[in-house]
């Protein structure tokens, strides 16, 4: 039986890049994505070793070479730099973004049976490093908007607290302004990122944010409060609050807009950690938190909003 070949036309951009990374997701999960990346240079090679069909290996080649992590050299594949992430974990600057969408995918396909348990799947071990990995992969310019906004909302601040501030990129862009900044992090991410943390010139301190005894002029979340639910979100902002300084403010950025805000959600849910807050919702927060002057506002040249709030008195 023939099939319409038009039912299985690609749309549009974002249809391309799910089906890549759906292509990259099952390379990994059958072998072919270690073949490629260890020893087989040719579809037939990475075939044989993995156990699948040659025309299926081909595609893994082409696939793999359209994310940059193979390039085609005389006729046959090789690794790339971008490689690195999926082959070590040692430095989260060479681990990039494309690990993490596949752990990602990883929460997805186990979805259904997420949603009727409301128990996630176990993380691959490289879980976290792949995280911070992806964090690191965010662009330069993004990294400045959300310093500058955060800067902007406290002017003359001297010292900042990034909650889980990864790696300490976000953070490094502070003291190159001239902030002493401190990252929080879990102890599980400290365990792999201390090093380049303290490397960029950066404290690193382990959470929980609620134990932190040192006050701060400005604290700042970024891209985090959407991988939580609404009361893990008013826990954070509550003991985020508790450590500013008077006069100092308190920025959460995401990207709460659509459709990005309801990406976020699913993979919330699909990997355990709830369904994320609006930003009205963090505005709420932090008003209950004792915070005063909050405003919403957009961060320059990113698909990002800030919610700021202030503490204008002493504790």
Known sequence: MSLDSREWTVTDEGEAELERLLYAWAARETGVLSAYLESAGTPSEAAAEADVTE?????????????????????????????????????????????????????????????????????????????????????????????????RAAPGAERVLDVCGGAGGRAA????????????????VLEATRPLVESRGVAAVEGPLSEIQRTFDLVVSVDDVLAMDVSETAQTVTAAAERLAERGALVVIDRFDEPAATAAAV?????????????????????????????????????????????????
């Open 267 to 315: 993979r919330g849910v699909a990997a355990g950690t709830g369904d994320g807050p609006t930003a009205s919702t963090v505005a709420d927060l932090l008003a209950e938190a004792g915070l005063t002057e909050i405003r919403e506002e957009s961060v320059p040249g990113t698909d990002r909003r800030a919610v700021i709030g202030e503490r204008t008195t002493g504790e």
């Open 55 to 151: 025309a299926s290996a081909r595609v893994a080649g082409r696939v793999l070479a359209s994310l940059g992590v193979l390039e085609r050299v005389e006729g046959e594949y090789e690794p790339t730099n971008r490689a690195l992430g999926l082959m070590v974990k040692r430095d989260p600057r060479s681990v990039g973004s494309l690990p993490h969408r596949l752990d990602v995918i990883d929460t997805l396909v186990a979805l259904p049976e997420t949603m009727e348990t409301g128990v996630p799947p176990t993380f691959p071990e490289s879980w976290h490093h792949n995280r911070v990995g992806a964090s690191e992969a965010v662009s330069e310019a993004t990294r400045r908007a959300c310093v500058t906004t955060a800067i």
């Open 173 to 188: 862009e502070f003291e190159a302004r001239g902030v002493d900044a401190t990252v929080v992090e879990s102890p599980t």
